[in-house]
Structures are given as C-alpha cells and as structure tokens.
C-alpha cells in the first residue's frame, strides 16, 4: 500500500512588469507559507501580463523596503504571464483592474475562475486593487507592503481551507 501525497496548491501572483507588486507579494506570501509549515503543500511564483522587464530582478526600492520588514526578495526574476500559467495554477492573483484586463485576454475561458484580484484577501484595509508604487515615493512601497501583508494572511485562511486544513 503507496501513502498519499497531499495535494499542492499552487498560487501565482500578477502585476504589470513583474519587478514591485507581484515580488513582493511573491516573497511576502512565501514567508507566511514558511512560517506556517506549509512549504511542501504550496507553491508561490509570480509574473507580469508584460514583457518589459523579463529576466530583471525586482526593483531596488521593493527590494529595500520588504527587506527591512524581513522579506527577501533577491532571488526571484521577472517572467511574463502565459496562458499555460492558468492550467498550472490553482490561483491566479492580479493586482489590479489594468492587469485583470490582460489576464483576462490569456486566460482559456475553462480556467476563468481561477482569475481573482488578490486585494479580495485583504481583511483589514479596504482596497480593491494593491496599486503600482513604481511612479511615486517610498510611501507607495510601504503602502504595497501593508495591503500585501493582509491579503497574505487572507490567502493563507483561504489555501488552509482549500487543502483541508483548520485554521
């Protein structure tokens, strides 16, 4: 008799050119995927609905600012969305109406419910999208990091009771 291998669950975050929101949600999620022992159950990637910056890693500043809350988001490098992303992915998560759009036009229409906007998981702040910090100041990053940390905690309630688990 084989033992059963638990499901993996596999999230993909998705912003514009894959170097500010999605990295940092990328990193942010995979800490509390870590801290909550659920390394070998999920799996987090990220990507961009454009090609701009393919094979970059994050911006400096994302970089920066996640790392002085503890997030280390030196390793991942920018990729663009494909179509394929949908089949392979549980969830795919935007982070705002523009990038919806884009997705929107990859994604096959028996995958649809997959496509989600990842501001849906923030529990304590009110936002429907987690909005591009690239334009503007420091204050955008930090403001990225506050929506991305509650929408993690979100998500991971959601991916728990996705894969069976008690909160």
């Known amino acids: 008799m084989t033992a059963l291998t638990p499901s993996l669950y596999r999230i993909l975050f998705v912003c514009m050119g894959n170097i500010c929101r999605s990295p940092t949600a990328h990193g942010v999620f995979e800490a509390k995927v870590r801290e909550a022992g659920l390394t070998e159950r999920v799996e987090v990637d990220s990507a961009g609905t454009h090609n701009y910056h393919v094979g970059a890693p994050p911006d400096q500043r994302s970089q920066a600012h996640a790392q002085r809350r503890g997030y280390d988001l ?6 663009q969305l494909t179509a394929d992303d949908f089949e392979a992915f549980d969830l795919v ?18 995958h649809a419910r997959k496509l989600r906007r990842f501001a849906e998981f923030c529990e304590r702040h009110d936002s429907p999208i987690v909005p591009d910090p690239y334009q503007g100041g420091p204050d955008g ?9 509650d929408g993690s905690e979100g998500l991971l309630a959601h991916v728990r009771r996705q894969l069976g688990l008690a909160p």
């Open 74 to 79: 030196s390793n991942q490098r920018a990729r």
């Open 93 to 110: 998560l935007v982070m705002d109406w523009e990038n919806q759009v884009a997705a929107e036009r990859l994604c096959p229409p028996k």
């Open 141 to 149: 990053f930090e403001h990225v990091l506050d929506l991305v940390e």
